[in-house]
């Protein structure tokens, strides 16, 4: 255990390190401290579905034996990273909190797994999220529902709202979630932490459990800006086993990140910043317009007018690429089978049917109806040809701004239950993230603010394709100049507190 009272709880890349490189900490003290911050925790909070314990310990020795050595460490070493459930680490389960996978235990490595191994970090746990990634609040989990650190009774968001709970709890330093329509931004806005969506095919989507492949995209989340793009850093780059993996590498992060917002032109979205939008959450967004004016930027309102369709867009082409990647689940190569069935069609059929849960039943029926022989013109045809307008709303904003914002989300956390019988309701808490999808263009939500009942607002930066660096540029000036991300979740501190 850390020897000092403050525990090792909380710190931020850059002060793990040091406390490495200092001799003053060992990997091993690191990781046991924030397994027992989790054990005593995590019951409360249920960001976790399993601890990768063994594998962690090993990867902590690795780094313990190079600080010995004196030899350089690598970007991430020592750090705790926790993973969302539909990401691939060998010899672990891999369940999309799903019943239908609950037992798949994949043989190989997700590219990114891979990545962050070699880059010193730390794998602690697998995460909970709403079933195959289809939900905005981690209440589809087919096991439990986690709950957000800053009020229990209230939803993390979702769908990695395990990822995001564990790096707002100080679970982990850091932690992967993956983001289809927001599942990224979404819950960092809902717990007051930062999660990005890199531009589609900056990071390698192999061995991500697929949802919708053509929007699907793993993301970092952490409590501050240069820890998430120091992980970004590290998970990037060209992928020969992924297709649409980009074969560029992003700028290096440590030279670009303190370059400011001086006179960048940032536009607020006229059609995601007010009707709909809470009271707290429209005077946080128009507080943050004048935190970056006064940082050198200019600030002037656009219009996406396509954006209005964005939700219905993404309800065809999500579902339809979703009914396609979940077909495999037949109850013979992978997961749940039900042993009694008499022939293979009723295997088929009973393992389905007890395998997945409501929503993703909704989404693979939807999916599979706009997809069927002569409905497909009329919808996922036309949903690609409005997804394309949208795109052209973006390029013809980015012709005249450099970056855009908007709220993450429309509301603060909710409560659990309150929008579990209208998935409309739920689907609308997407409204603001899901156009960065369609479009494929990088999103980060940063922490902006607090409502009334004290609980956190996120402020959205959306830029234009491999601008990712920018982006990560204009956050981190942002949050140099407030003061929102030190304010953080009690749990994050209670450790430290005996
Ligand atoms: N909440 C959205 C949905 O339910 C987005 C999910 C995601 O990004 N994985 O589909």
Known sequence: MATDSSTLIGKSVRELRALLTSGSVSAREILQDHIQHIERFDPELGAFNCLTTHLAYEQAEKIDALVKKREPLPALAGVPVAIKDNICVPGYPATCSSKILQNFVPPYSATVIERLGASGAIIIGKTNMDEFAMGSSTENSAFAPTHNP????????GSSGGSTVAVAAGFSTLSLGSDTGGSIRQPASFCGVV?????????SRFGLIAFASSLDQIGPLGREVEDVATCLQVISGHDKRDSTSLPFCLPTQSETLASGVKSMRIGIISELSGQGIDDDVRCS?????????????VVDEVSLPNSKHALSVYYLIATAEASANLSRYDGVKFGLRNQEADDILSMYFSSRSDGFGAEVKR??????????????????????????????????????????????????????????????????SDIATIPANLAGIPGISIPCGFSQ????????????????SKLLAAAYAFEKATQFHTVTAPVLTASAKH
């Open 195 to 203: 999660g990005m969506k890199p531009t589609y095919g900056v990071v």
């Open 285 to 297: 967004l128009k507080q943050a317009g004048e935190t970056l004016q006064s940082l050198g930027a």
């Open 150 to 157: 800053w009020n229990v009774k209230k939803v993390p968001g």
């Open 453 to 468: 009942q004290r609980l956190p607002i996120g402020l959205q930066l959306l830029g234009p394709a491999l601008a990712d």
């Open 363 to 428: 989404r693979i029926m939807l999916g599979t109806y706009a997809l069927s022989s002569g409905y497909y013109d009329a919808y996922y045809k036309k949903a690609q040809q409005v997804r394309r307008l949208i795109k052209q709303d973006f390029d013809r904003a980015f012709s005249q701004f450099d970056l855009l914002i908007c709220p993450t989300s429309p509301t603060v956390a909710f409560e659990l239950g309150a929008k579990t019988a209208d998935p409309l309701q739920m689907y609308l």
